[in-house]
Structures are given as structure tokens and as C-alpha cells.
């Protein structure tokens, strides 16, 4: 089973809302990911998780704020957003932070920001 | 700043014919991976290649690595309409650690 899940599949939200995007894989990794996609633009590292610790912040905005409550589940947590936000958010796991180890994305979900 | 950068960014073939897309990158890789997007779905992984590996098939699809150039390529072969998708390279750098960066990708259309 080689799957991420990702929740919601769409979400439009407020500028002033607080929404929450979840992600979900039982493949066993132990890195997760949240990258933001841009239509026609490759995806763009925001965070890396590694054993449940935040390993990496690609400077993103504190409006955006991941957590990861367990070794397959990763929330990101989205308030106060703007427009320009609007993107389709992935979510992905490794088996583990080190170099060689296949990603794997979810469908992602798909954020506008009214 | 862009690690991958592919060529062509777009390409339109004959279902039948042979794609070829194109990656350079800047650093030391320790492997370089593809990945194809279909439009607005997730990515699914097609192949890894290993710095020290030349070239690996998987089905349809040849990958090649020249490290010296800093450049792999992506073949399709005998392509199909459900191919359509866009490709993307992305490659884990050596200096970067787990920070995995994509190029801007190939959108290839496969005509029927």
C-alpha cells in the first residue's frame, strides 16, 4: 500500500477563517512532507518532517503552521491566509530523511482563498 | 534557487512516436529522480537514478544520467495518449541533505 491521503480534496476559505489540511499515510515512513504547487509551476518545498520533528522551514510564512501529532499524520494549519495563497497543497512521506528513498505524494488539496 | 531545470517545456507528439525530456541541474546530486503529474492530480514517482548508476529501464520509460554534465534525460518510448501528463525532474542534492528540489517541468501532450 503505497498511498498518502490527503483531506479536503478542495477547501475555500476566508481571509480571516482557520482551516486545517490533514494528511495520512501507513506505509511506515518517517519523513513527511508539505510542498505548495502554483498552476504550471513544479512543487515548492515548504516543510520536512523527520521522525516527527520539524527538520525543515523553507521560510514560510507563520500564517502556515504544521504540526505532526504522530509518525502517519500531518496537519497543516492554515489562518489568516491570503489570496496569493491559493495553491494546491501536497502532502508526502519517505521511509526516512536521507538521501536515496523514493517520495510519495498524495492527490493533494486544492486551497482558495477568498 | 532551481536545482532542475528541464527541456523542452512543452512538447507535442503522435501517439507512437518517442518523447525524449531533458534535465540540467547546478550542484552535486546524490540521486535524481522523475515524477509525472497528471493535471491537477498528486505526483507519482516513475524511476530513481543513483549518481553512480549511467542509465535504468523501468517498461516504457529510459532514464539516463551524464553527472559530468549535470544533465539526465527522460525517454518514453511507443507513447501513448494517457501518457499526457507533465514530467518533472527533481534531485536530491548532495549539499542540500533531504532537501528535494524540483525543475519546472516537460508538458507533454500525446496526440491520438
Known amino acids: 500500500d503505497t498511498e498518502v491521503t490527503q483531506t479536503p480534496k478542495h477547501l475555500v476559505m476566508g481571509m480571516t477563517n482557520k482551516k486545517s489540511l490533514k494528511c495520512e499515510q501507513h506505509m511506515g515512513h518517517r519523513a513527511m512532507y508539505w510542498y505548495k504547487q502554483k498552476a504550471k509551476k513544479p512543487p515548492e518545498l515548504m516543510f520536512v518532517?523527520?521522525?516527527?520533528?520539524?527538520?525543515i522551514n523553507e521560510s514560510v510564512p507563520s500564517r502556515f503552521s504544521p504540526e505532526c501529532p504522530n509518525s502517519s499524520l500531518l496537519n497543516l494549519h492554515l489562518h489568516a491566509l491570503q489570496p496569493e495563497d491559493s495553491a494546491l497543497y501536497l502532502c508526502?512521506?519517505?521511509?526516512?530523511?536521507?538521501?536515496?528513498?523514493?517520495?510519495?505524494f498524495g492527490e493533494g488539496s486544492w486551497l482558495t482563498v477568498v | 534557487s532551481q536545482q532542475g531545470e528541464e527541456d523542452p517545456q512543452a512538447l507535442s507528439i503522435q501517439e507512437g512516436e518517442n518523447a525524449t525530456m531533458n534535465c540540467s541541474y547546478k550542484t552535486s546530486i546524490n540521486n535524481l529522480q522523475w515524477y509525472r503529474q497528471n493535471s491537477g492530480r498528486g505526483l507519482v514517482h516513475l524511476i530513481l537514478i543513483r549518481s553512480n548508476e549511467r542509465e535504468k529501464h523501468s517498461g516504457r520509460l529510459r532514464v539516463t544520467l551524464d553527472t559530468s554534465k549535470k544533465s539526465s534525460s527522460l525517454l518514453i518510448t511507443a507513447s501513448r495518449a494517457a501518457d499526457t501528463a507533465s514530467y518533472f525532474c527533481a534531485t536530491d542534492a548532495r549539499d542540500y541533505g533531504q532537501n528535494f528540489v524540483f525543475g519546472p517541468g516537460t508538458r507533454l501532450s500525446v496526440l491520438p
Open positions: 508526502a512521506s519517505s521511509l526516512g530523511s536521507l538521501s536515496g528513498n523514493t517520495i510519495y
Open positions: 518532517y523527520s521522525y516527527e520533528k520539524l527538520s
